[in-house]
């Protein structure tokens, strides 16, 4: 059972510039099992400690002294492979929501969300599901169908993109259609490790980075449509 529950330990880093709010956040996912490698009052300090301790999920705030929390998750995004990141946040902004999305955060939850919901939005950042406050996943579809009218930074080329197989492309297409993880585990009969599996082997091979790209890429293929 040790070894089970050792291998199932998710590393987590708090990053808040409130020393009681970040250490209360930091005991309450301790107590709720997860390991958490690194603390942090300010963006450049995060990115240093993040960078030394590789967290699996950042749980981050965006008001932070030395740098905005949205570079500090764009920059250790794209350093860190693998890194997934939790804002927690007082803003509720539309504005807010949609700047840390597109530097690269997994989801976006407010801090009037009670500690269950933090301790379960955290279990489902790790497992690679967006998490939104209610009210907000609509509002970033709609952002990723924006962002699939603008022309891609990098886009892969076309001949040279490699073939999806039938069952990634049919996954592909649900996540185009927002739905979470467990939910296209539901639709298609298969486990929840199984759809990972799946989308990571797709973003490997399409060249992208993350679930924004991945949903910008179905849409512009207009795969959310099927």
């Known amino acids: 059972?040790?070894?089970?529950?050792?291998?199932?330990?998710?590393?987590?880093?708090?990053?808040?510039?409130?020393?009681?709010?970040?250490?209360?956040?930091?005991?309450?996912?301790?107590?709720?099992g997860f390991e958490v490698v690194a603390t942090a009052g300010d963006g450049p300090q995060a990115v240093r400690r993040a960078t030394a301790t590789t967290p699996r999920v950042l749980v981050?705030?965006?008001?932070?002294?030395?740098?905005?929390?949205?570079?500090v998750c764009k920059e250790l995004v794209g350093s860190l492979p693998g890194l997934r990141v939790l804002v927690l946040s007082a803003s509720?902004?539309?504005?807010?929501?949609?700047?840390?999305?597109?530097?690269?955060a997994t989801g976006y939850l407010l801090k009037s969300a009670s500690t269950e919901e933090l301790i379960d939005a955290v279990r489902r950042t790790a497992a690679g599901d967006?998490?939104?406050?209610?009210?907000?996943?609509?509002?970033?579809?709609?952002?990723?169908r924006r962002l699939a009218t603008e022309p891609?930074?990098?886009?892969?080329?076309?001949?040279?993109?490699?073939?999806l197989t039938e069952r990634e492309t049919e996954v592909l297409r649900?996540?185009?259609?927002?739905?979470?993880?467990?939910?296209?585990?539901?639709?298609l009969v298969i486990s929840h490790r199984t759809?990972?599996?799946?989308?990571?082997?797709?973003?490997?091979k399409l060249q992208l980075h993350n679930r924004v790209e991945l949903v910008r890429y179905a849409i512009e293929r207009g795969l959310d449509d099927a």
């Open 1 to 32: 059972m040790s070894e089970r529950r050792t291998q199932e330990t998710v590393r987590v880093m708090v990053v808040d510039d409130h020393p009681m709010w970040r250490d209360a956040v930091a005991r309450d996912l301790e107590a709720a």
């Open 60 to 71: 981050l705030d965006l008001n932070l002294p030395g740098m905005p929390g949205v570079q």
């Open 92 to 104: 509720g902004e539309h504005a807010d929501v949609l700047e840390a999305v597109k530097s690269g």
């Open 130 to 144: 967006p998490v939104f406050t209610p009210g907000l996943a609509g509002l970033v579809l709609g952002e990723y």
């Open 152 to 163: 891609a930074p990098a886009a892969p080329d076309e001949r040279g993109t490699p073939r």
């Open 174 to 187: 649900l996540v185009a259609k927002g739905l979470s993880y467990k939910q296209i585990a539901e639709r």
């Open 195 to 204: 759809v990972q599996n799946h989308v990571q082997n797709t973003l490997g």
